[in-house]
């Protein structure tokens, strides 16, 4: 990669509707952040832009769930996630927002041009509309059936199961999301940009002319959006939370916001220029620059369809030259959901795990869903810390400082003449800045942090295989060289480790005494990266263990969201029709206890149970097979209604039947005394 080259670098604007989670991070702003940082590191002039994105139907809908106002959601979202963002390192040269003066005056006159060149269609036609709430059924207004796969909780705007996008109207039996109503239809006017005029293009541009180096995901789901054939788009709202349509008839009426939303890109460019005195313009119209987007596979189409489309009909504007979408990232098993709690929340993480921003971090980026969905568990946090972090990159990092300060008072050693094991790692060393720039510069962030890695293992090697500890017995001259090339690779670590682990490696330059640090370029060129006669500081861990206590923690978390939401979402039946207490006297309810069970044959559900109820031991057939084994309900107490007329279940003669309910996971309970003293046959009353 040449140096000095200009890039503009993009990450999807996170919505304001609620904080971020390790979602977020892993399939966005991480692997920007390395992107970013590795540019940067590497020379060039580097953009890296991001904001808020406060417009839209959700925003509207939380205030009024809330009972406060827009700007109070987003104004109390907007701290949360920046703060966040700051936390963990994300190093945005500019993080602006959508309710901001300077994008309002952004998306309004990008919109006035094209309405000018006539490259709107303006029309007229039938909406979702509902009477008692009075308004329009935009967006995430109203709900139904995807039209595509068939999911019945289908936003108007996209469906968030097979990630497809489409019109309020488009879905089967919608009912709107505010008073639950069946809407009826009314006519309005909107402007439409016409997809199906940029259709051609896009497939030259994208499809053929980036096959060989975008993502697949990508490449498919445009391929697919293409293949269906687009149509046009509207680009205005019946909304009064947003931006003002600012032509004539546009009264009551907001830019749609996935048309403002991207353009939040440049007007937060436009921020960040003003305020460093710079021209913005080159960083989105120079064709010297490049521009990368980040986002999640749900936004695929609006970046790689709606936004080039915008881009092109305005006429000025460069076109990215990748959008290297991300997957997925599940979190133990399940889909993460914002409204279900079930996530791992960035500014609640660092209240469990302080100053271990890069642990996670790293884990993130080493299991990033870069090509499928993959999945976040608390156990795989912990061995990466403590098989990898703390075992293969701070067990190298504190030899190497402990034994220099040990063996010369933290002054690096004069090398003597160099082995051959010692150029053979030097060499290696060398091509480590090169690996990694690779796997970045692709996109396989995954793969760069194992080389990272690889990185160590081969510093630990060197010293395993030398053993200096060993040899400063009888040949201490030989472990000054030993020790000087430890120390070129612990520096060249410092240097390669900044994109992915920017604490870890300030913190790791401060114990070098290289606050200057290492170019990047540099490390392939020379074999001093750190110069004999230099003193380093004391040994201080970059990385502590996790122990498996901290773990449970998170886990026993989780476990209380998935019981509180079973909990909420619980149906629980309605009352049966009022009986007499006499009817109630007719109920014959014993103490028993299970003396013996057996599975009937060729059945799933059905257990042959032997049952002391006291006044007798009886058979009874019950269908509780697949919530428990034979073996496992042995002296288990129940409660038996011992005087209910036998019946033959699969030819065994049932003599009564056990008392049952449902757990919140939907397995059987049995409702039993809660007293072990109660004996076998006492009644319930």
């Known amino acids: 990669m040449s140096n000095s080259k200009r890039y503009t670098i993009t990450a999807a604007l996170p919505y304001t509707n609620g904080p971020v989670h390790i979602g977020h991070l892993a399939g966005v ?9 590795y540019l940067r590191n590497t020379g060039n002039d580097v953009l890296y832009i991001c904001g808020s994105d406060e417009h839209g139907v959700p925003i509207t809908l939380k205030a009024k769930k809330e009972g406060v106002s827009p700007q109070d959601i987003v104004d109390k979202y907007h701290a949360i996630i920046k703060q966040s963002f700051n936390d963990f390192g994300i190093s945005f040269d500019n993080y602006s927002r959508t309710s901001a003066k300077v994008h309002h005056d ?15 269609i303006e029309e007229a036609s039938e909406q979702l509309y509902d009477a008692e709430a009075n308004q329009f059924l935009a967006d995430r207004f109203v709900v139904g059936t995807c039209p595509k796969c068939g999911n019945d909780e289908s936003y108007g705007d996209q469906c968030e199961q097979c990630g497809t996008s489409h019109n309020a109207t488009d879905l089967i039996n919608p009912k709107s999301a ?13 402007w439409y940009l016409p997809l199906d005029k940029y259709e051609k293009w896009l497939r030259e541009w994208i499809v053929e002319g980036h096959k060989n180096d975008w993502k697949t995901n990508v490449l498919g789901q445009v391929k697919s959006w293409l293949d269906d054939g687009l149509k046009p788009r509207a680009v205005t709202r019946d909304l009064d939370w947003g931006i003002p349509v600012p032509v004539e008839g546009g009264e009551g009426k907001v830019l749609y916001v996935w048309f403002d939303a991207p353009i939040g890109y440049i007007s937060s460019t436009k921020e960040w220029a003003a305020r460093e005195g710079k021209d913005w313009e080159p960083y989105w119209k120079d064709e010297n620059t490049k521009l990368i987007h980040f986002i999640g596979k749900d936004n695929i189409v609006f970046h790689c369809i709606i936004f080039p489309a915008m881009l092109k009909a305005e006429g000025s504007y460069i076109l990215p030259e990748n959008v290297p979408a991300n997957e997925f990232l599940n979190l133990e098993g399940d889909k993460i959901s914002t409204s279900k709690n079930w996530a791992v929340w960035l500014h609640e993480y660092l209240e469990d795990f302080p100053g271990m921003q890069d642990v996670l971090r790293y884990t993130l980026t080493a299991n990033a869903p870069e090509t499928k969905d993959n999945d976040f568990t608390w156990k795989d946090f912990q061995a990466r810390n403590n098989n990898e972090l703390v075992a293969i990159f701070g067990n190298f990092i504190n030899r190497v400082v402990v034994l220099t300060n040990k063996y010369y008072e933290g002054v690096i050693p004069e090398p003597n003449e160099f082995t051959d094991v010692d150029n053979e790692t030097l060499e290696k060393l060398q091509k480590y800045p090169s690996i990694i720039a690779s796997s970045i510069e692709r996109y396989r962030f995954r793969e760069a942090s194992q080389e990272l890695m690889n990185l160590a293992r081969l510093g630990n090697k060197y010293l395993a295989d030398e053993e200096p500890w060993k040899q400063i017995k009888t040949d201490p001259e030989r472990v000054k060289t030993v020790m000087y090339v430890a120390l070129q690779i612990a520096a060249a670590l410092a240097v390669v480790c900044e994109p992915f682990l920017p604490f870890s490696a300030e913190k790791l330059k401060g114990i070098l005494n290289i606050s200057e640090g290492v170019a990047w370029n540099a490390i392939e060129k020379s074999e001093t990266l750190i110069a004999p006669n230099h003193k380093i500081g004391k040994a201080e861990l970059l990385f502590s263990k996790i122990e498996d206590k901290d773990i449970q923690v998170q886990l026993d978390k989780l476990e209380a969201t998935k019981a509180a939401n079973e909990a909420e979402n619980k149906v629980v039946e309605p009352q049966k029709e009022t009986i007499e207490f006499d009817d109630f006297t007719k109920l014959d309810m014993r103490v028993g206890t299970i003396i013996e069970a057996v599975k009937v044959p060729k059945t799933k559900k059905l257990l042959q149970l032997k049952v002391d109820v006291g006044i007798d031991t009886r058979t009874i057939v019950s269908g509780i097979a697949e919530s428990f084994k034979p073996e496992d309900i042995i002296g288990q107490k129940v409660t038996v209604l011992v005087n209910l007329t036998p019946r033959k279940l699969r030819g065994v003669e049932s003599q009564g039947m056990i008392l049952m309910t449902d757990t919140p996971d939907g397995k059987l309970a ?4 809660e007293n072990d003293s109660v004996k076998n046959g006492e009644q319930v009353s």
């Open 29 to 37: 702003y991480v692997p920007a952040d390395i992107y970013a940082r």
């Open 106 to 120: 952004t998306a309004s006159e990008f919109f006035k041009k094209l309405y000018d060149e006539g490259k709107f």
């Open 670 to 673: 049995f409702i039993e005394p």
């Open 178 to 190: 505010i008073t639950g109503n069946v809407p009826t239809t009314k006519v309005t006017k909107h």
